[in-house]
């Protein structure tokens, strides 16, 4: 039986790894991207509402603080349409650095509550009413679920038509008589950032009856899909 010499055995090695290689190598492949976006209009109203206070006593301020919330959540729910929800709820000790000691001097507790609504008027109307009890923590807007999802799907096939017209282009740049696809990645943009709502207006917001409910203007917001991928030309 005949042996190769380490050497050979080597090159033997060598060679089939180019061979391997060269399988795979790929030719004529381009990556492209294309993407499809659209200005939406918010169609979501989000507020965050709070009720901060102080007390000697921690057990009274939470209390205090649980009974402003479940009056608030009572009158909220008696406004059709606005999703409510508990917010971050927190309390820390007030020190008395006087003589320069850290004696606890009463306790402050915070907790908010949250709302939403598509009914813009709803909202800044049942938000004017819990100003009376609470006050404003943030407002703003963003894309509802079921729009986002309805505009993905249309722009989906205008981000496709776009890829496809794009590697036509490029085949034919390349001198090229067709080409294959050989890999398509979808993806959309997402739950794009809350617009929030210029401080201003929140404070004319908060001065303004319970009876009379300001003006909203919500913006839009972009939603975009791309489609990324590689084709093989011909």
Do not use: C
């Amino acid at each position: 039986m005949r042996h190769l010499t380490p050497l050979a055995s080597a090159l033997a090695l060598t060679l089939a790894a180019g061979t391997t290689l060269a399988d795979t190598l790929h030719y004529n492949q381009v990556n492209l991207r294309a993407e499809a976006s659209r200005e939406i209009p918010a169609d979501l109203m989000q507020v965050t509402l709070f009720s901060e206070q102080q007390d000697k006593d921690p057990a009274k301020l939470a209390a205090t603080i649980t009974e402003t919330l479940n009056k608030a959540v009572k009158t909220a729910r008696g406004v059709n349409g606005v999703e409510i929800a508990l917010g971050s709820r927190n309390s820390y000790p007030v020190y008395d650095h006087k003589n320069n000691t850290r004696s606890i001097q009463a306790w402050r507790e915070r907790a908010e509550i949250r709302l939403e609504s598509q009914d813009f008027a709803a909202l800044s109307e049942l938000t004017g009413k819990l100003l009376k009890d609470l006050q404003m923590g943030s407002m703003s807007f963003a894309i509802s679920e079921a729009s986002r999802k309805k505009n993905e799907e249309e722009l989906l096939d205008e981000a496709i038509a776009a890829f496809k017209q794009r590697a036509s282009k490029v085949t034919k740049s390349l001198g090229g008589s067709d080409y294959k696809l050989v890999q398509l990645n979808l993806g959309g943009t997402g739950y794009p950032p809350p617009m929030p709502m210029h401080r201003g207006k929140m404070a004319m917001m908060a001065m303004d009856s319970a009876e009379v409910a300001p003006d909203i203007e919500a913006g839009k917001q972009t939603v975009s899909v791309s489609a990324d991928g590689t084709i093989q030309v011909q």
